[in-house]
């Protein structure tokens, strides 16, 4: 007898994905016909120019932005079929955010900018746990001023994984960082990835990034052009910058 090896979930699926803005000229195609597939657990990094289409798509699956044509499930529910009460209730009850700027309220610490989520969850962890787990336990008492930016990156992301979401979505989280800050913004979006298999996906511009995906997805013109699984996984620490 074989062991039969599972399939892995899938968190997302799209089909025929298109995304059309009207621009002065015409029609800007911000994506075209995406097919793609994001599995439970994975840390996926998406790579490509400006304006291939990485945020547009980051937004439609965050519940932010609606397709113009094609269809997009998260598991069972398709999300292009939800109302916007619908989605509301898909952010808050499954996906975390993070962006370049870190969007923390100055007058709150970073115990109080966490708060903010877990005050409204169904099933939060404690800030303080949230913070310790991206290795600020020390620093919550502290406001978002005395804090470096790699430090206020950390909060965003502890606000994030604070509500415990099926899925952590990252456009350009180490893009104001330098590389020493980055790589600690990195290792905690790993080790969040591994203790809590929440599926990841990174925008970056670093190319470099992707050699701690599980898989890197490349897009163009609003198309993937090319989808590679990485055999090994470098740790963070070793990704030159």
Not at 33 to 40: I, R, T
Not at 190 to 210: K, L, M, P, W, Y
Not at 219 to 236: A, C, H, K
Request: aromatic share 6%; proline share 5%.
């Amino acid at each position: 007898m074989h062991a039969t090896i599972s399939a892995p979930e899938v968190v997302f699926r799209t089909e025929g994905l298109t995304k059309v803005y009207a621009s002065g000229e015409g029609v800007i195609r911000a994506l075209d016909q995406v097919d793609l597939q994001l599995y439970a657990g994975e840390f996926a990094v998406l790579l490509g120019p400006s304006g291939s289409g990485k945020s547009t798509l980051l937004n439609i699956l965050g519940g932010l932005d609606h397709v113009s044509s094609g269809r997009v499930w998260f598991r069972d529910t398709e999300l292009t079929a939800l109302g916007d009460r619908a989605l509301t209730r898909y952010r808050r009850d499954h996906v975390g955010f993070v962006f370049q700027f870190y969007n923390l309220v100055p007058s709150l610490t970073a115990r109080e900018n966490v708060q903010l989520v877990t005050d409204v969850a169904s099933d939060p962890m404690p800030a303080e746990e949230a913070l310790d787990l991206v290795g600020l336990g020390p620093r919550m008492d502290h406001f978002p001023s005395q804090m470096s930016g790699g430090e206020q990156q950390r909060v965003a992301i502890a606000r994030a994984i604070a509500k415990r979401p099926d899925i952590l979505l990252c456009d350009e989280p180490t893009g104001a960082l330098d590389s020493k800050t980055g790589v600690q913004v990195l290792e905690a979006l790993q080790e969040i990835n591994d203790r809590f298999g929440t599926t990841t996906v990174v925008i970056t511009h670093n190319a470099e990034i992707r050699r701690m995906a599980h898989r890197v997805i490349r897009f163009q013109d609003g198309r993937i052009v090319d989808v590679t699984r990485n055999d090994s996984r470098l740790p963070p620490g070793r990704i030159v910058w």
